[in-house]
């Protein structure tokens, strides 16, 4: 059974910094596509970055250079550094796995969620 587990939300002031981990069981994050998505109150998921099987990485437009995905296929987990956040981040970020090796998070199709992690940036 997969089962991923999201880390590392917190409520944080304008211009900080946080990192989010996910952790997963019963998948092997170095064969598939691995992402995070958000989503706000009232709003409808989005996806924030994607990683594939290679390492290649993707984002949303809006959030290109402040936010850095990464993995570690040892440790089975995926990472969000998210810089100089912005009240405008705050959400609920999910994790998520594609089991194509090779999508975007633009294409991304995903077969598995974590449960989410709070993410609140105060101005």
């Known amino acids: 059974q997969v089962q991923l587990v999201e880390s590392g939300g917190a409520s944080v002031q304008a211009g900080g910094s946080l990192r989010l981990s996910c952790t997963a069981s019963?998948?092997?994050?170095?064969?598939?596509?691995m992402g995070w998505f958000r989503q706000a109150p009232g709003k409808q998921r989005e996806g924030v970055a994607g990683i594939n099987a290679d390492g290649d990485t993707s984002y949303a437009d809006s959030l290109k250079g402040r936010f850095t995905i990464s993995k570690d296929d040892d440790k089975n987990t995926l990472y969000l550094q998210m810089n100089n956040l912005e009240p405008e981040d705050t959400a609920m970020y999910y994790c998520a796995v594609d089991l194509i090796q090779w999508t975007t998070i633009a294409t991304m199709s995903v077969d598995y969620w974590g449960q989410g992690t709070q993410v609140t940036v105060s101005s």
């Open positions: 019963g998948i092997a994050y170095s064969r598939y596509s």
